[in-house]
């Protein structure tokens, strides 16, 4: 069958929202160049009302499709190669499932030009952080500009994907869990919700972009906010002494041991 769309997505969830709604704005496809498959009648429907065809059958997209994405939970992607294998068309397959290796793409699928993507859920609001890993010789701008569209994008060789994982993939929830303890250190102090969750959100982001703009080691910039027996070195000297540092390395370490688990599975 003839290559008609340029971009067909296989899976309607939020991730792929977020990558088509990026697309979109960035006008790198134009909507009726795209074609996006999900089993799930209402998911469709949402995918529709951005002008791109939808349909139930993942083979339609795979045949069809010059890129292809694989936008599935990885437990179902067994299931979902089968299906496709024998009239998929697409040259370059960009896959965003964890744990699902290229190794892996390419014994169920064939040789093609593979991409690994992990992206991460800030990506829904446009502030993503995508690595990026190209099989040899198939590094893309056009793949590059899709996930600039939902955010940043680092390059890197799949080894490091588990350490990706770790970090920016899984990272969101650990930022979420500081955002939530210091919103809740502030209603302890007498702050109303709404205030503390101001206050929070605001010093996160913030501090973030400190950190981005600056060249100083991040060290030093802690230190810059504590002066000898003032307040902010009682919180910190407390933090120290309870760990906070080696819990969240103890912490991305299993995240990452879980990753490289699924990956071999």
């Known amino acids: 069958m003839e290559k008609k769309f340029t971009l067909g997505i296989i899976g309607a969830g939020n991730m792929a929202s977020a990558i088509l709604g990026g697309v979109l704005r960035g006008g790198l496809v134009r909507a009726d160049k795209i074609i996006v498959s999900d089993k799930d009648d209402e998911k469709r429907a949402v995918i529709a009302q951005n002008g791109v065809a939808v349909t139930p059958d993942n083979r339609e997209v795979a045949q069809s499709a010059e890129y292809l994405m694989f936008a599935v939970k990885p437990q179902i992607a067994p299931a979902v190669f089968e299906e496709i294998a024998p009239v998929i068309a697409s040259r370059t397959v960009i896959s965003i499932m964890a ?3 290229v190794a892996k793409l390419r014994a169920a699928l064939g040789e093609r030009n593979y991409v690994r993507v992990m992206p991460n859920t800030p990506a829904l609001v446009g502030e993503g952080m995508s690595a990026i890993a190209f099989a040899e010789g198939g590094r893309s701008q056009f793949v590059l500009d899709i996930f600039a569209s939902i955010g940043k994008v680092a390059e890197l060789s799949e080894d490091k ?9 899984s990272g969101p929830a650990y930022v979420y869990m500081f955002i939530d303890a210091l919103m809740k250190g502030g209603m302890e102090g007498g702050l109303d919700a709404e205030t503390a969750k101001l206050l929070a959100v605001q010093t996160v982001r913030g501090a973030a972009k400190m950190v981005s703009l600056s060249t100083r080691p991040v060290s030093e910039l802690v230190d810059a906010v504590c002066s000898k027996g003032g307040t902010t070195i009682q919180a910190v000297e407390s933090f ?8 969240v390395i103890k912490g991305m370490e299993k995240c990452r041991k879980r990753s490289e688990e699924l990956a071999n599975a």
């Open 99 to 101: 744990g699902v290796p």
């Open 161 to 169: 994907f588990d350490a990706v994982t770790s970090l920016s993939g």
């Open 240 to 247: 120290k002494e309870d760990g906070l540092e080696e819990t």
